[in-house]
């Protein structure tokens, strides 16, 4: 009566093997796939010694052209409101002339 028990476990421990042995190859491919993806050495740009100073450069050159951009939108706006509130100016003493012309001077 022992006898199927352990042909089953047989089977198991077989089994088990089996899928021990899938996992490990799967494993020794994947590691393979990536080991062909990537490079043996790493690659870099060649940099000039002075790069850190071009780089700061650059970015002074941004923040320069940033203010410059804010300081012409301001003075932009500024010009702006002055003609506006001149020519506001302008209407509002044109239609009080008016008005004071036609009740002053206007004949009936």
């Not at 990537?38 to 740009?45: C, F, H, Q």
């Amino acid at each position: 009566m022992n006898y199927p028990d352990q042909k089953a476990r047989e089977i198991r421990h077989k089994k088990q093997e089996l899928r021990k042995r899938q996992q490990e190859l799967l494993l020794r491919e994947l590691a393979a796939e990536i080991d062909r993806s990537v490079p043996a050495y790493l690659t870099s740009n060649c940099e000039e010694p002075d790069s850190k100073t071009n780089s700061q450069i650059k970015q002074w050159r941004r923040k320069i052209l940033a203010i410059a951009q804010f300081a012409g939108i301001f003075i932009a706006v500024v010009v702006t409101v002055r003609i506006a509130s001149w020519l506001a100016i302008a209407l509002m003493v044109g239609v009080i002339t008016l008005i004071a012309y036609n009740i002053f001077f206007e004949e009936d």
